[in-house]
Every structure is written in C-alpha cells, then in structure tokens.
C-alpha cells in the first residue's frame, strides 16, 4: 500500500471551520480547548481526567455483559477481555462511534475503530493506560439513513442493497428485529462481494432473530477483536439509569443550556463559522419515547409559567418540571440525549480521553462544548479520524494511462468526460490548437510593444483582446472534446468507473462504499494494512493505492 496526503483544502466541500481547526488558528482556538495533534495533549489530559469508582464498577460491568454475549457462543476475543480488565482497573478510553448501519455501515465506520485503537495505542506508549470503545448509537431514530448499503457491482456501478425489516416508525433504529425478509438480502450482498470471510461474517452477524443493533455489535467485534475493541450498546437500560443525572441536569439547567449554546453560535458565526445545529430558546437537549416513537422534548415559558412538551404536534402533552424529573428518575430508559448532548452522556459515562470523528462531529463538538462547561466543567477534546481514498490497482491503471489524478475526479463525472476526452483529441489537432495558443501570445505581445510606444492607453484593449482570441480558442478546443468524447465510447466508461470508484455520488469514497466491499476483497489483512496508515499527527485525506 502507498499512500499520499491530499489536505482537506483540496476535498470538495471541506468547511472553513473543519480546515482551521486541521490547522488550529488562533481564531478556531476559542472553539477547541486543545489541538487536533494527540500526542501534544494526552498525558496533560490524562491528569485531569476524573472518573467516579462507583460508576467505572457499573459501567465496567455492562461493558462485559454486553461484550461477552456479541460473539454468541464464543467469547469475546482474548485482546478484548483483556481490555474490559484493564478497564475495570482503571484505564482511559479512546472514544468513537456511528448509527448501525446495515451490513457494518460505510467505510469510514472501519476508519473511526482504526483510529479509536490508534490513539489508545499512542496513550499506552506515552505511559498512558487506554482503551479503545466504539459507541453503538442504537437509540437514533431514523431508519432511512441505516437500512441500505451500496457495494460496488458490474463496472463499478454501486448497488444499493435495502432491507425492509420494520421497527416501531420514528423508534430507535438499534432495535429493529431482523426477519426472513434479511436472507434475500444477503443473498445479494453475497453475490456482488462473492463467497468470501467478508459474506460469512455478515451471514453469521446479519441473521433472522438479530436486531440492527445487535448484528452491528457482532459484527465489529469480530471485525476488530484483533485489537480489542470494546462495542458499546448506547440503548441499555442500565447505561441510561448510570446517566441519569445528566438527564435531569439537562431538564433542570434547560434554559441556561439554551442559553450557552444559542451565544456559542452566534460566536461561531461571528467568527465566520457554521452552525452544525440551529438551538432555539426553546430547545430541549433530550427526547423521550412517547409510544415507542423517540420525540424531542421542548420548553415553553420561564419560572412559575414554565412546562416542558413532548413530540410537535398541535396537541403535544405539556408536563411540568416537577413531573418531567419524576419520569426520568422512574424510568431513565425512556430518554436519551440530542446530538450537542450526547458527547456529555458519553463522557460522563466513560473516562474519555478524546473522541475522534469526522468533520461533522468535529462541528458538533464547536458548539457542545458549551455543554460541557456547564454540566461537567471539563471539555473532552475532539481529535479528527483517518479519512482515506482506496485507489485499487484497476483504477490506478487508468488514472496513470490517462495521466490524471485522484483530485481531476473529485471536480465530477462531466469535467472528469471532458478533460479525458481532451487528452484523446487526435494528435494533429492538439498539436495545432497548441501551436494556435502560442502564436497568438507570440504576436500579441509583439503588438503590445509597438502599441505601448504608440499609446500606452492601447496596451488595455490588447490584452483584452488577447483574453476573447484565448477564450474563443478554448471554447473551441472543449467544443472539439465534447465531439470526440461523443464518438469515444470507451473514454466515457472509464470517466464513469473512475467516478464510481473514486467519487460516488459526488461525495468521498468512504461515505457511500460499504465497508465490507474491501474486507471481501483483500480480506481482513487489509484492516492491519490501513491500522499502519493511519499517523495521528497527520490529518490530510490519504489517497491509498492497493
């Protein structure tokens, strides 16, 4: 594997605040209380990281629970029980986590675990004991957006693979129960990635019976038990009753919290920054299960006027404080946290000392550490996760015959088509469009000089001039590209495998190929592969030729 750094200057839609914070200027630095670098901050961190006993005993406990059963009959792999004891005993963590995905999710799922184990891995050699977790967000609600998955078909062409295995609409996703309806799907899954330890994994994690979340959890725990990776179910009932009073904290401290998070935002654009979420005066940073459905939870009013409502409906019931806290104390299970709150969650119930992601949760964590302040006084830094292009040998053959790059395919599948069919113009015609090109700066300058001694005035016009005669000759030249590429059948098909490879969907690999594309095809040497890559003190994209 050779990789190559691309920074994320060069990403398509890369924001302002995810490249400055890449580069933490100072104008970020009121965002972030610590670098994106990792080894500049972990053993500082590591000394002001207080985590109670009582709730690492509680914790730790569900941490075995829930590990020891993923694998089924088979216990949790020997690097992974060790680090449950070593949890036990007093390490840190290293946090990541994602929505549970169908068949193990897109491919940056495999990039957040290999960083989570990374980092641990840098604490441990800085004299820090760490432990990698990745957090199962089982109690997100949106089925559309984890029940589908696209592997790579005839001509690279991704196909979309679709479960239509139901839960309660607008419940959390994690306990949607697979049926019979699955088999097809793995079925197709199997027959676009062929009999490999990739389909067996998904037949042995993905069954009849499973839950989305459940099948997620064993998925990865065979996936990365080589490294030891702790799987953490976010909807068990004991993990909510731990953080129960962060939920009442964030019931009793609604209108301060609105408050924080409503002036950190205008911060954020004062300094000419994004909002990732729009917080109303109103804003709630819970839901509820209010007939299996998560709804979000909303105040109204203030002092002796104030009362809380369930759900958006005209006829939303509304409740007081006082009975509002006395349903979290009964039964904490039935709630659970917003995206700018869930960070808190996580580390009150985990002695975190970073969690990595992407750009979007580095975005979050702009804002939630507002939330932080108030509710534990210390913010979790937030470190970026590997982000990588695989360019498979197929690919990397036709980038190098037609002498591009990897960067030429992010500017799209119609810029790509003209600049490949330029490059197939007949040779003739190139040479003369060139030899056109040429001339006409050759002359024009000629005829500046002698205008300049004639008019200075002139010198303007001719070098408009020059611009018309140079755009006219372009024009003409993509003119000529656009005709040869549609007589050139074989240019548009590898303009579009490239896109497909490379550029799916106008957005990164990583975000649309099913991670278990790769596994099926080098198998899982290629998770050791892409552990080597991964170099926490450099955050540029990698382009990775296989």
Not at 6 to 16: D, G, M, N, V
Not at 297 to 320: D, L, Q, Y
Request: proline share 6%.
């Amino acid at each position: 594997m050779k990789a190559h750094c691309l920074p994320f200057s060069q990403i398509p839609h890369s924001t302002p605040l995810f490249t400055d914070f890449l580069a933490y200027s100072p104008k970020v630095q009121p965002f972030y209380p610590r670098p994106p670098h990792f080894r500049d901050f972990v053993k500082e961190e590591s000394a002001i990281l207080h985590y109670d006993s009582s709730r690492r005993r509680r914790v730790a406990d569900l941490l075995e629970r829930q590990n020891k059963s993923q694998n089924g009959d088979a216990p949790a792999s020997p690097r992974t029980l060790a680090n449950l004891d070593r949890f036990r005993n007093g390490a840190a963590a290293v946090v990541t986590g994602q929505q549970v995905g169908l068949f193990g999710g897109p491919m940056f799922d495999i990039y957040k675990a290999l960083t989570a184990v990374k980092l641990a891995d840098e604490a441990n050699a800085a004299g820090v004991d760490c432990v990698p977790i990745f957090w199962l967000a089982t109690y997100d609600h949106d089925l559309a957006e984890v029940n589908h998955i696209s592997f790579p078909g005839t001509e690279g062409k991704l196909q979309t693979l679709t479960t239509s295995s139901q839960g309660v609409p607008g419940g959390p996703v994690g306990n949607v129960r697979l049926g019979g309806e699955i088999l097809p799907v793995l079925e197709q899954a199997t027959s676009l990635l062929g009999e490999s330890e990739a389909a067996t994994m998904l037949r042995e994690s993905y069954r009849p019976g499973e839950t989305l979340g459940s099948a997620f959890a064993r998925l990865y725990a065979r996936l990365f038990g080589d490294w030891g990776v702790i799987v953490l179910d976010a909807s068990d009932a004991e993990l909510h009753r731990v953080a129960e009073p962060i939920y009442r904290a964030a019931i009793e401290q609604a209108g301060e919290l609105a408050d924080a998070l409503q002036s950190r935002g205008q911060a954020l654009e004062a300094a000419g920054y994004h909002q990732q979420v729009k917080v109303t005066p109103s804003s709630v940073l819970l839901f509820t299960l209010q007939d299996g459905v998560r709804s979000a939870i909303h105040r109204r009013g203030e002092g002796e006027t104030e009362e809380f409502v369930i759900g958006s409906e005209p006829n939303a019931p509304k409740i007081s404080r006082a009975d509002l806290l006395r349903r979290v104390s009964a039964a904490p299970e039935q709630f659970s946290p917003n995206v700018l709150l869930r960070p808190t969650v996580e580390d009150y119930l985990l002695p975190t000392l970073a969690y990595t992601g992407g750009a979007a949760e580095t975005a979050y964590f702009a804002q939630a550490g507002a939330v932080y302040n108030i509710l534990l006084s210390r913010v979790t830094p937030v470190v970026p996760r590997f982000s990588a292009t695989i360019v498979e040998p197929k690919v990397q053959r036709l980038l190098e015959r037609h002498e591009i790059s990897v960067t030429d395919v992010f500017a799209g599948l119609e810029a790509l088509s003209r600049e490949l069919a330029a490059k197939c113009l007949p040779e003739d015609l190139q040479a003369a469009i060139d030899t056109a090109r040429k001339s006409i700066d050759s002359h024009l300058s000629t005829v500046k000089e002698k205008l300049a001694k004639l008019d200075r005035t002139l010198v303007d016009a001719a070098e408009t001039a020059r611009s018309k005669m140079q755009y006219q000759l372009e024009r003409l030249q993509t003119q000529a590209a656009r005709a040869e590429a549609q007589k050139g059948e074989l240019v548009s098909r590898h303009a579009e495998t490239l896109s497909h490879a490379l550029y799916p969907d106008r957005g990164l690999q990583e975000r649309s190929i099913g991670a278990m594309y790769f596994v099926a095809r080098y198998g899982r040497d290629l998770l050791h592969q892409l552990y080597d890559a991964v170099q926490p003190d450099c955050h540029d994209h990698q382009i990775l030729e296989l």
